[in-house]
């Protein structure tokens, strides 16, 4: 089955600091998702991007869908940005809320 | 905000006592699902449901049945639980519209212990 993989497995960050968390697949991308996992176990979906390039203020998003990879941007990360970031994606052919996800970012900010 | 939410938020049960969590929607979705997510596996999908009384297994989807009588419940029933089946559980609904059609979005999670 499709393998979700994403680097680096831990980062740790001074507040200001800027970064870039990747996510590569094993088969092609369907409907590629980034989400943000809070300390407090909220899953919140921050793009929903199987191609292109998308912004929503600090954070950014490219899929290079013929490449197989995903790259979340975080520009002048805040402790509030602390968690851990999933990509997920879905099978081609199966339910689009079938989600693989990979392992997963542990990004700690500090002030 | 999806307009998810879940019952109980946290639980303790015993072991071979069922279980039932409630998956609550506000939005019509049509496309509800329940996770687990456990240390070392990550998050999988146990079921999901397409429409009122349609629903499939997912990856982990043995221990565990599912209802969906009305749109905006979605019921995960353990009819034993097991120690293994301590986790958190995460329900979801995808998105519809144009903006949002593709996106999932996830309840705030329940907190399930067997002992």
């Known amino acids: 089955g499709i393998q979700v993989e994403q680097s680096p497995p831990d980062l740790i960050l001074q507040e200001g600091a800027n970064s870039t968390l990747r996510c590569n697949f094993s088969?092609?991308?369907?409907?590629l998702q980034w989400f943000h996992q809070n300390p407090w176990g909220q899953l919140i979906n921050l793009f929903y991007?199987?191609?292109g390039t998308k912004q929503n203020g600090r954070l950014s998003a490219t899929t290079v869908a013929t490449e197989r990879y995903s790259l979340l941007y975080i520009s002048s990360s805040q402790t509030t940005d602390s968690g851990v970031y999933f990509c997920?994606?879905?099978?081609?052919?199966?339910?689009?809320?079938?989600?693989?996800f990979g392992k997963g970012t542990k990004l700690s900010v500090k002030p | 905000d999806a307009g998810i939410t879940q019952s109980p938020r946290h639980k303790v049960t015993e072991t071979g006592t069922p279980v039932t969590l409630r998956c609550h929607q506000t939005?019509?979705?049509?496309?509800m699902y329940w996770y687990r997510q456990d240390p070392g596996h990550g998050l999988r999908l146990i079921h999901y449901?397409?429409?009122?009384?349609?629903?499939d297994k997912g990856e982990v989807s043995d221990g565990y049945s599912v209802s969906r009588s009305k749109t905006e419940d979605f019921l995960l029933t353990l009819e034993s639980a097991t120690s293994s089946q301590t986790s958190v559980y995460f329900c979801?609904?995808?998105?519809?519209?144009?903006?949002?059609?593709?996106?999932?979005?996830f309840g705030e999670g329940s907190w399930l212990t067997v002992v």
């Open positions: 997920a994606d879905n099978l081609e052919g199966g339910s689009q809320g079938n989600l693989i």
């Open positions: 088969d092609s991308v369907n409907n």
């Open positions: 991007i199987p191609s």
């Open positions: 939005e019509n979705h049509r496309y």
């Open positions: 449901s397409y429409g009122v009384k349609d629903t």
């Open positions: 979801a609904i995808k998105g519809s519209g144009v903006l949002s059609g593709n996106t999932i979005y």
